[in-house]
Every structure is written in C-alpha cells, then in structure tokens.
T-cell receptor, first 115, second 110 residues
C-alpha cells in the first residue's frame, strides 16, 4: 500500500479482555516499530523488528504485551488481560532500508480504550 | 526518562507570527528529527539534522542544532492556522530506535 495502515482505528474493550492490533507496513520497509502514546504524552517505544533479526523487545511494559511479525510483512501487537492504564494510541512506524535510522513513516494509530 | 524534552509545552500565537520550539537531550546523537502530529494520530516527519550540521532549512521551517549544549530549535516562520499541531523532537543515539520528547502543542489563531 501507499502508506502504513493500522487497524482497528478505534477499539473499546473491557478490562481483562485481550486485544490484537494490526500494522501493515509500507512494502520494502524492513524495519517496523511499535510506540505507545498516552493522552498528552510523548511516544514510548515498545518493540522494534528488523528483517529476520531477533526483535528488540526492551520497551514492552509487561509480559501481557507481545508482538509478532513474519518476515517483512504484517505485524500484530497483542495485549492480554487489558488494564485501564493500557488505554492509549498505539502507533506503528516503518523505516526505509539503508542502514542508519532516518525518517520514520507512521500509521494513523489504533486508539485503545479500556473500560 | 525522555531523551528529548521540548519547551514550551504549549505555545499560542497569531497567524503571521513566528513560532520557536526548543528541544534538549541528554546523550550524544547521530541525528535529531522533528515530527508533527495532528489531533493525536499519526506523526509526519518534518526535517532531519545530522550531528555534524548546525542549521537546516525546509520551506518555512528552520532547524538549528547545538551539540555542545545538546539542544535544537525549530522555527516556523509566517505561521498559518494550518500549522496548529503538536511538534515532537526525536533523537537517534545509534540504538535501534528513535527517542521522542513529550512535544510542544502549537496553536495558531487566525
């Protein structure tokens, strides 16, 4: 596709339920990032995928959070047993190939509300 | 803690005025980037300045970088109502990810 696509755009769930968020990156972008943004705050790094290398999971806040990516395709971020503090916008971004970190292309995000 | 810290947190100006936002960071960097975010959704890349550059221009945007002070500024000249958004600096310190600040919320009134 022309841009990074995320779904769902909005998700309202009840505390304790699991949610799955999806990111379709731009074709050819080998690097993929997930960030979390709480209301009025900056972006918190969650996880980074680079090609077939082991992902950098250092930003995941707890073992309730996990993410998968197969090759250079779609990624899913799963939050198990959601808590109210998980309410945030979850942003996915891709990094064009070329070595050093450059411009990131962001999706429009998935807004998660946990009641 | 955040690597980049923007100030002010919020800025309100009239159309036609210039807007200046600042970013301070803590560790050495490879480059620093500025992003814009409308209505809390996706971020759009504005400009990237490398650690060996001191100033860069793009249209009405001017970015400066002072590595000795670990700070950067973003100047938007002749602002327009459509410039209303949140602006974030992001630093690349050579790790696998960019580190973002909390942002400056800019309001440009007609």
């Amino acid at each position: 596709g022309a841009g990074v696509s995320q779904s769902p755009s909005n998700k309202v769930t009840e505390k304790g339920k699991d949610v799955e968020l999806r990111c379709d990156p731009i074709s050819g972008h080998t690097a993929l990032y997930w960030y979390r943004q709480r209301l009025g705050q900056g972006l918190e790094f969650l996880i980074y995928f680079q090609g077939n290398s082991a992902p950098d999971k250092s930003g995941l806040p707890s073992d309730r959070f996990s993410a998968e990516r197969t090759g250079e395709s779609v990624s899913t971020l799963t939050i198990q047993r959601t808590q109210q503090e998980d309410s945030a916008v979850y942003l996915c971004a891709g990094d064009p190939p070329g070595g050093t970190t450059g411009e990131l292309f962001f999706g429009e995000g998935s807004r998660l509300t946990v009641l | 803690s955040q690597q980049g810290e923007e100030d002010p947190q919020a800025l309100s100006i009239q159309e036609g005025e210039n807007a200046t936002m600042n970013c301070s960071y803590k560790t050495s960097i490879n480059n620093l980037q500025w992003y814009r975010q409308n209505s809390g959704r996706g971020l759009v890349h504005l400009i990237l300045i490398r650690s060996n550059e001191r100033e860069k221009h793009s249209g009405r945007l001017r970015v400066t970088l002072d590595t000795s002070k670990k700070s950067s500024s973003l100047l938007i000249t002749a602002s327009r109502a459509a410039d209303t958004a949140s602006y974030f600096c992001a630093t690349d310190a050579g790790y696998s990810t960019l580190t973002f600040g909390k942002g400056t919320m800019l309001l440009v009134s007609p």
